[in-house]
T-cell receptor
Framework: AQSVTQPDIHITVSEGASLELRCNYS??????LFWYVQSPGQGLQLLLK??????LVQGIKGFEAEFKRSQSSFNLRKPSVHWSDAAEYFC????????????FGKGTKLSVKP | GAVVSQHPSRVICKSGTSVKIECRSL??????MFWYRQFPKQSLMLMAT?????????EQGVEKDKFLINHASLTLSTLTVTSAHPEDSSFYIC????????????FGAGSRLTVL
């Protein structure tokens, strides 16, 4: 069965520092992979997605993620974090190869120190 | 871009009453809508998938008689929590998939249900 693991429950970084949020997935074929951000009490906003092609994908707000098949990973990165990036981040995989039915990881809460 | 509106954003009700949450796709036709539930500090759990004009498909462990889902049009799906109890208190989020051209799932802002 498909699954998504986000090993870090909570990460704190200083403003201006680089960020990497880890995501590992379990899926037999090439997955559809997503990163979403959720601010408190809000819905989810898509940061970026990977379907095929170039394994380094660029998203909104300066985020990028790299698909590594050998490691079953899709880590999210940002070179310089802003205070407004503090939020909950969810990695997701399209269940059964679907782009619509998603399985989410448990999320990583990002705190940003001034 | 594709927009999904969810209403109400917050609702408080008494135990035993029913609550309806609406999910609308504002600028595209949503052939499929998904309903998720999110417990505090946890991830989203898919409750059910609804396709316009047909019965919803519920995930294992989700009571279909308690969580009634209707997807009567291509722009509207509703989730009705029947005979709500305090343990039904949660954050409910819908998402829509359709012909928006964006080729991605669009999420609503969520509805916070509190059952007293």
């Amino acid at each position: 069965a498909q699954s998504v693991t986000q090993p870090d429950i909570h990460i704190t970084v200083s403003e201006g520092a680089s960020l990497e949020l880890r995501c590992n997935y379990s899926y037999g074929a090439t997955p559809y992979l997503f990163w979403y951000v959720q601010s408190p009490g809000q819905g989810l906003q898509l940061l970026l997605k990977y379907f095929s092609g170039d394994t380094l994908v660029q998203g909104i707000k300066g985020f990028e993620a790299e698909f590594k098949r050998s490691q079953s990973s899709f880590n999210l990165r940002k070179p310089s974090v802003h205070w407004s990036d503090a939020a909950e981040y969810f990695c997701a995989v399209g269940a059964g190869g679907s782009q619509g039915n998603l399985i989410f990881g448990k999320g990583t809460k990002l705190s940003v120190k001034p | 871009g594709a927009v999904v509106s969810q209403h109400p954003s917050r609702v408080i009700c008494k135990s035993g009453t029913s609550v309806k949450i609406e999910c609308r796709s504002l600028d595209f036709q949503a052939t499929t809508m998904f309903w998720y539930r999110q417990f505090p500090k946890q991830s989203l759990m898919l409750m059910a998938t609804s396709n316009e004009g047909s019965k919803a498909t519920y995930e294992q462990g989700v009571e279909k008689d308690k969580f009634l889902i209707n997807h009567a049009s291509l722009t509207l799906s509703t989730l009705t929590v029947t005979s709500a109890h305090p343990e039904d208190s949660s954050f409910y989020i819908c998402s829509a998939w359709g012909d928006s051209g964006a080729n991605v799932l669009t999420f609503g802002a969520g509805s916070r249900l509190t059952v007293l």
